[in-house]
Nanobody
Framework: QVQLVESGGGLVQAGGSLRLSCAAS????????VGWFRQAPGKEREFVAV????????RYPDSVKGRFTISRDNAKNTVYLQMNSLKPEDTAVYYC????????????????????WGQGTQVTVSS
């Protein structure tokens, strides 16, 4: 498995931006499908973004589409989540997740599909 460490969370006003980072150690990160999820207090973990192992596919839920962008820098073993036009309802703990594949372009929006998780980073958006 790969070890994941998120960073970049914080407090921001509505309409502002944040960029989350997820640094990986262990196996070559380019062999992983990667996803971002979030969990607000009292709510289930929610899919936010995914990028396939090949990088050719990205998906977002309607709630963040057009505002959030997932990207990766395999040379730095890091995946990013650029979050723009933040809203109070984006407040949550954000987690990155990964799953290894030897080849192929698989991906999933389901949290249970991933087998490596970071510890999470808090994002708070004030109104």
């Amino acid at each position: 498995q790969v070890q994941l460490v998120e960073s970049g969370g914080g407090l921001v006003q509505a309409g502002g931006s944040l960029r989350l980072s997820c640094a990986a150690s262990g196996r070559t990160f380019s062999s992983y499908a990667v996803g971002w999820f979030r969990q607000a207090p009292g709510k289930e973990r929610e899919f936010v973004a995914v990028m396939s192992r090949s990088g050719s596919t990205t998906r977002y839920p309607d709630s963040v589409k057009g505002r959030f962008t997932i990207s990766r820098d395999n040379a730095k073993n890091t995946v990013y989540l650029q979050m723009n036009s933040l809203k109070p309802e984006d407040t949550a703990v954000y987690y990155c997740a990964a799953r290894y594949f030897e080849y192929g372009g698989m991906w999933s929006e389901q949290a249970g599909w991933y087998d490596s998780w970071g510890q999470g980073t808090q994002v708070t958006v004030s109104s």
